[in-house]
């Protein structure tokens, strides 16, 4: 018995207002998108008909092809570097921290930034990667190089480094959750029956993390993807990623060229995601 | 230990490593501990770093010498022209992520409930309101723009956006209030059915003020992902625009320490919001 009966009415009208709520505002949008990248013509009408030839112009346009490989890489490499480093920050947290209090404080200074806005964290950024900028000042006091260095700012490298400092927490967030989740007699047992702890570590406690990790990669997959603010705000105009050649073409009024290309980032995504699953089952999380 | 002498006996002796598990636990903490150490100061030092600069003086650039340290960036940012005028979209958003934080704690409660009654497809629903973290803002605010141009509506950051920002910080407090929920311990309900309160006064006088953690948690995260949110503003906000958008369009223009002195100011906003309801939460464990 509880305040609310199993499969009662009650439960139908207090789920209403959510569903109504999420297909009206993402479900169906997104629905739209795929409508628009099919439509034929020129005028913006719901009468237009249906059609392949904004995807016929997309894929003959060679640089577009090119920069869908491109910020596939950029991806890539951005999950394989917040991955690595959020797996060793959560482990130190969960496993090497003793003391509860210094975790608490550790874990806060890692996780406070979320809380504030990824744009004015992307913005903290210019003043750091400029020809100027603070890394070139230090890299000048220190000797290391005689010239001022020109990759940062309006660069790949410079966008790297900010998205690195705004996604690893994604990566590293579910990864504390399953460690914390692992009773310690397991690695306990495992000492006893003589595995030494690299052994321990591949077979025992690694395996158990490993939705955790998954859920951060896709975490990570999907932010990355989608991030056109970083790339804007330290890439300048000079650099663009698939992202933002959807907000390129919406600007300029081509909805339906947006269309596609968000399709194909759409496409991207539940190709990731759907791989992420055949590695592990998300809905058997909450039991384990 | 028996066994080792055992298998002393059988094997030929092995040779001593460098260094014992002991020791090669503690170096695997120093390193991971450093790497961890070193993530927060490059996490911080871009936010330190855009505060500090924010105080440069009048002829302070954007970035280092400061050139004197003054308010004088604060004081443009108080008399501000009409250009680049921050209070109002201020405060459109800071009614706007109240709003967002009111709704999404409502919805969030009655969502978690309802699961709760495992009605038919509360499994479907559950993946409903999780595609609102999984869908990217580019995407939803982009789709959102072609429905509200379908349709024939106008953009404004109290109606469409609204809806768009509840829809995103919805599952956060969704989650949220699941695992509490999780923890908590249905007999207590029970207790007070038996003792003849009706579901709602059982619900209202027991069960609530037991997950009121969670429903602070839903509170923040909908008002900071609210005020912080720029992908989804961007398309369907309208003329008015709020703040994060004021902030890239300042961006675009110039970059100047006004600028650092709004994300200064905006960062201590969303600290203070934390640590408010870090005071909450734990003035609610000290009186129970």
Redesign the interface.
Known sequence: ????????P???W??L???L?????????????VW?SFWGGRA?S?DSPLTFDNYNRFFANRTYLGLVLETLRHTATMMAICGV?GY??A???VV??RSARWRTV?FL??V??F???????A??????L?V???IN?MLLATGLAEKPVEVFLYSRTGISMAQ??LY?LMASGPVVYMLAQIPPALREAAMTL?A??VTVFRRVIFPLTLPGVVIGQVLVF??V??D??TV??IGGNKIALL?NL??NF?EGAQ?RA??VV?VL??LC?LAG?AAALRVVDI?RL?AT | MDGSTYSRGLEAPKRKPLLDHRQRSRLTAWVLGTLTVLFLLYQWLPIFTLSLLSFSGPTGGTTFPMNGVSLHWYRELWDASIMNDFKPPLGRSFVLALACAVTVCILSVASAQAMRGRFRGHNLFFYLILLGIMAPGLLVGFGFALLCRILGIETAWNTTAYLVHVSWALPFGFLTMLAIFNRFDPKLEEAALTLGANRWTAFRRITLPIVMPGVIGSLLFGFSLSYDEFARSMFTTGADITLPLAVMAQLDRQLTPELYAIGAATTFTSLLAIIGCSFALWGLRRAR
């Open positions: 018995m509880s305040t609310i009966r199993a499969r009662s009650a439960a139908y207090l789920a207002p959510a569903t709520w999420m297909m009206a505002a993402v479900v169906v949008p997104v629905g739209m998108i628009v913006f719901p480093l060793a920050i482990y130190f947290l090497k921290v550790l200074a890692f406070i930034p809380w504030t806005s990824a744009l004015i964290r913005i903290a950024w210019v003043p750091f400029g100027n900028g603070v000042q690195v400092s690893t003589k030494p702890p999907l932010n993807m989608a056109f603010a804007q705000t992202p959807v907000i919406y909805h947006a269309a968000a980032l759409m995504m995601v809905r909450g």
